[in-house]
């Protein structure tokens, strides 16, 4: 028997027409006032860069803390490739104290998507010498705690300087999440006391079982972190509950699913990355198929992911049975 399910987020890539940016953005802010509403625990933006989606999540969210009281707000996740991790740390806590310390930095690491095809826009004199590995976020989370970042503080003029990040928010380090897809980056964010976002893409390295990989992941990294079993892990799936959903919805639903149901069947490409099926159905049954996943069982809290290409109505549906159906199927209960 599974615990209660005792956080419950969701995650959404905010699409926009290219011609006409704003109304999309404006849904998106509209759909985490509403999470808010339902009593979701928490809201998550994707990267979505060189695309129609989100491409500064920490900006919407600047809008999003304004609009909203209690929600905790995220980034799944902030590819720290295409990052200055100084100038994000301003970011981030800036966004941090206009919500009160709602903001959840999650980031992840490895060259940007794309990288040929744009580096020497991104990085025109040092492309070649850009550093990818997780020191980017070391970096990241030592300016959130504060460690100095200047040689310098003192007075100069009527202008006064400090040795760290400013506004420095105390506790925003602690709320980094790094998002893992392979045993050896849950095992290194074990290590460094971060969070852990788990998603429906993995490596499969020691197995092909998405679900067990899932569950590999999150045994490594608590057996690494200073907390332990304590340590926070979350998991990621695609998950669209029907039960009010209209008969077109339900077929577009199916139909979705159905069109990325071969990619999930083995291994992808040269890195062997494992696609999670989407969940389609009545909460009931998608509650039981949750209870008998093994990468559900290790975590008690989730960020379900919402579909790419749905329409702000259907989104409207899916976010509410999951706040009034599903989530107490899983024995949680809305804020």
Request: proline letters at 7%; aromatic letters at 8%; zero cysteines.
């Amino acid at each position: 028997m599974t615990a209660p399910l005792r956080r419950l987020g969701f995650l959404t890539i905010g699409l926009f027409d290219e011609h006409d940016p704003g109304p999309g953005h404006e849904a998106t802010l509209r759909l985490i006032e509403l999470g808010e509403q339902l009593g979701f625990d928490s809201a998550w933006l994707r990267h979505r860069h060189l695309q129609h989606g989100i491409s500064s999540p920490v900006a919407v969210l600047a809008a999003a803390s304004q609009r909203t009281s209690r929600i905790e707000l995220g980034t799944a996740v902030t590819p720290l490739g295409l990052e200055n991790p100084f100038r994000l740390a301003e970011d981030l806590a800036t966004v941090d104290v206009l919500s009160g310390g709602r903001l959840n930095p999650g980031v992840s690491v490895g060259p940007p998507m794309n990288y040929e095809h744009l580096k020497d826009h991104l990085y025109p004199h040092t492309a070649d010498a850009e550093d990818f590995s997780y020191d980017r976020v070391s970096r990241l989370v030592a300016n959130l705690r504060g460690e100095p970042v200047s040689t310098f503080e003192g007075t100069v003029g009527i202008e006064t300087y400090s040795t760290r990040i400013q506004p420095h928010s105390p506790g925003l380090a602690e709320r980094v999440w790094y998002g893992a897809a392979s045993l050896g980056s849950a095992r290194w964010a074990g290590e460094q006391g971060l969070n852990l976002l788990t998603s429906s893409v993995v490596k499969a390295e020691e197995d092909d079982d998405f679900a067990r990989i899932q569950r590999a992941q999150v045994e490594e990294f608590r057996a690494r972190h200073p907390l332990g079993q304590a340590a926070r892990a979350s998991q990621g799936l695609v998950v669209v509950p029907t039960d009010s959903a209209t008969p077109e919805q339900r077929a577009k639903y199916e139909a979705y699913a159905e069109s990325r149901l071969a990619r999930t069947r083995e291994p992808q490409g040269p890195a062997r990355m494992m696609f999670a099926p989407d969940l389609v159905g009545e909460s009931a049954a998608i509650a039981e198929q949750l209870q008998a996943h093994a990468g559900y069982q290790a975590v008690d809290e989730v960020v379900f992911a919402l579909p790419f290409t749905f329409e702000p109505d259907d989104y409207v549906q899916i976010l509410t049975d999951v706040a009034t159906r599903l989530g107490p199927e899983l024995g949680w209960s809305p804020t």
